[in-house]
């Protein structure tokens, strides 16, 4: 299913760079699933992880798209994992914060990873781009963007203090946000 996930992913992906880099957008859902596979061997669940930007990103792509070609339980992850475009940056943002502080382990997993591999891409490129970095962004402040992941940080800890993946982002959004 790892396998059908990754090809799925990359055909729904392709074409799409990572903001303001000429990286292929297909190595972000492959490092979440690869992260996400770091804490637990469900096969849906890294799945979910690779598609986690399916519905959001792609066109043409659906949770009834994903159900028919998974399963439920995956294209139900994805679902959650996804946001609402409609709203504002702010909504958005502060509805996922509050979505991962009561979601299912399985869905936090993937939350957590999709965050991480977020920061590792800042923690690369922040050293070279300097402040620029922040203008690849919908929301250009960084004190806004640090509020963001900070919250996320803070949704999650209860449940992942201790667990290696949750702690290195909590090392990367000191060392970039403070």
Avoid at 50 to 74: K, M, N, P
Avoid at 78 to 88: C, H, W
Wanted: with cysteine; aromatic share 8%.
């Amino acid at each position: 299913m790892i396998d059908k996930a990754i090809e799925f992913a990359t055909k729904a992906h392709e074409g799409q760079l990572r903001k303001g880099t000429s990286r292929p957008y297909i190595v972000h859902p492959i490092e979440v699933g690869d992260i996400v596979s770091t804490m637990t061997r469900d096969e849906e669940v890294i799945s979910a992880a690779i598609l986690h930007d399916t519905i959001e990103d792609c066109e043409g792509i659906s949770q009834r798209i994903l159900a028919q070609t998974f399963s439920e339980r995956v294209a139900s992850m994805v679902a959650q994992e996804s946001e609402d475009k409609s709203r504002t940056w702010m909504e958005r943002k502060r509805a996922t914060i509050e979505h991962l502080r009561t979601a299912s382990r399985e869905v936090q997993m993937i939350g957590l990873a999709d965050k991480l591999s977020n920061m590792r891409d800042i923690d690369r490129d922040y050293p070279i781009v300097g402040e620029e970095l922040w203008n690849r962004f919908r929301m250009k402040d960084k004190n806004t963007i640090g509020w963001y992941y900070k919250g996320v940080r803070d949704a999650l800890q209860e449940g992942f203090c201790g667990v290696a993946a949750y702690e290195e982002y909590c090392r990367l959004i000191e060392k970039n946000f403070g």
